[in-house]
């Protein structure tokens, strides 16, 4: 969790109110790397907090089985339905705004320059706290028994293109605070 929001926990023995602008968190690590499962961990240990969880690969899911293209694979994911994609994930993020206290935008987000573009549309929203949990790259051994282990695996390829897009944390860190 955010910096400043575990130490008004510590501070005050409860959660600061967020309810003018929740706080969004930008998961950043490759494919198998811990994000969605992270997240939902943080749904579990901060019950009190209405905490709603957003991934990209859960919209295409929903839209690939919804087709009745049988169940959702990478080989078989149409990328002509990525626009889509992107507009109900901002329909998505637009309702959870108004309706909880932080948001966790659990995708890779390794592209700094697509993440600034979702930082500054977020600010549109009126979204002023945003945070980073910054997810190291591991072996890639290790990526791929993971992944392996995934409902949806992306493929041994796509993790190390991962790892190769993967920047320091800083990079990310400059985006969101608007450096």
Do not use: C
Request: proline content about 4%; charged content about 25%.
């Amino acid at each position: 969790m955010n910096t400043a929001v575990t130490m008004g926990l510590a501070a005050t023995g409860r959660m600061p109110d967020l309810k003018t602008s929740p706080l969004v968190i930008f998961t950043v690590g490759t494919a198998a790397s811990g994000k969605s499962t992270w997240a939902r961990s943080m749904q579990s240990r901060y019950r009190g907090l209405r905490i709603a969880i957003i991934e990209r690969d859960g919209i295409r899911v929903s839209l690939h089985e919804g087709k009745s293209e049988g169940v959702f694979s990478w080989p078989a994911w149409n990328p002509a339905l990525e626009g889509k994609v992107q507009r109900l994930w901002e329909q998505q993020v637009r309702g959870a705004i108004g309706t909880h206290d932080v948001l966790v935008l659990a995708d890779t987000h390794l592209d700094v320059a697509d993440l600034a573009k979702k930082a500054q549309w977020l600010r549109d929203q009126g979204v002023t706290e945003m945070s980073v949990h910054y997810f190291p790259a591991l072996p890639l051994m290790e990526l791929i028994r993971r992944d392996r282990g995934r409902g949806h695996p992306v493929g041994g390829e796509v993790l190390r293109e991962h790892i190769k897009k993967l920047e320091p944390e800083d990079r990310y860190w400059e985006v969101v605070e608007g450096l």
